[in-house]
């Protein structure tokens, strides 16, 4: 939410940024601590895999569509377009996750040790993808902010 605020001040912002809410950070708190209340409930009882797969994924769902949507339009300037387009990808890469599981022990030979690997190096390789797009995206944030200092000091000499 902090990245977006920080792109809708400026005056190039696209119109779906600018019309993005900005969710507060008690929501992402209290939506944190709703989770961990329900693992340390027993709502995730790591009896019933498919199920806390499940669970687990429909967690993220709310914070991937939210970085999902600011990278399909984040703006150009100090933005490469490889990292609108990864963006954009990289956090869709857990949703075929969910159906994938049962989907290959159900019609595959693979040993539950092989699709696990599998999920894993899939989930390594998303997370991955979405560490290296936020990390471009808080620098290009920073290059923005500077050039603004830059140019509000230009035109005040």
Known sequence: S???????LHDDCHPVIRAMPI???SFWYLFGLTVTAVLVYG?????RPACDIF????????SSLYFTIFFLFSPQKHMQ????????IAFILNAPLLPMYPLLVQYTDMSLGAINTLLHSWLCVAWTLQGLV?????????????????????KTL
Not at 2 to 8: A, G, K, N, T, Y
Not at 55 to 62: D, K, R, S
Not at 81 to 88: A, D, E, F, I, K
């Open 134 to 154: 936020m990390r471009h995206s808080a620098k290009a944030l920073v290059l923005r902010d500077v050039d603004n200092k830059n140019s509000v000091a230009k």
């Open 2 to 8: 902090e990245v977006v605020r920080r792109f809708q």
């Open 43 to 47: 709502g995730m009882s790591f009896q």
């Open 23 to 25: 969710v507060p950070a």
């Open 81 to 88: 377009p490889w990292s609108q387009m990864v963006g954009s």
């Open 55 to 62: 669970i687990a994924g429909i967690t993220q769902v709310p």
